[in-house]
Nanobody, 124 residues
Framework: VQLQACGGGLVQAGDSLRLSCTAS????????LGWFRQAPGREREFVAA???????YYLDSVKGRFTISRDNAKNSVYLQMSRLKPEDTAVYYC???????????????????WGQGTEVTVSS
């Protein structure tokens, strides 16, 4: 299965963006899905995840600003980002976790399929 992420761009602080990630080759229905990001010079970090049943989990710093959702019929996962801040600047990656274990959804090593990343730059 391949994941294709898109929707990144250059925006100003306070703006919104919607990232999309679509799979080909296999259904995502049986995966927990997540978004991770990596800023220059920093390690990849968890941003948000959605379980198979639709439960959502967020990095504290994005709670209330970001919303993750999934559409199994479209084999897609989305990240709606609002009130963006310069510290949100990073390459954002979508990923799939076949285990779907809730306690480890923040652990990137649980994910075995990854998109290629889409860059988000937030100017102040």
């Amino acid at each position: 299965v391949q994941l294709q992420a898109c929707g990144g761009g250059l925006v100003q602080a306070g703006d919104s963006l919607r990232l999309s990630c679509t799979a080909s080759g296999r259904t995502l229905r049986n995966y927990a899905l997540g978004w991770f990001r990596q800023a220059p010079g920093r390690e990849r970090e968890f941003v948000a995840a959605i379980s198979r049943s639709g439960g959502t989990y967020y990095l504290d710093s994005v709670k209330g600003r970001f919303t993750i959702s999934r559409d199994n019929a479209k084999n897609s996962v989305y990240l709606q980002m609002s009130r963006l801040k310069p510290e949100d600047t990073a390459v954002y990656y979508c990923a799939g976790d076949p285990t779907g274990i809730l306690s480890t959804l923040r652990d990137s090593t649980r994910y075995n399929i990854w998109g290629q990343g889409t860059e988000v730059t937030v100017s102040s």
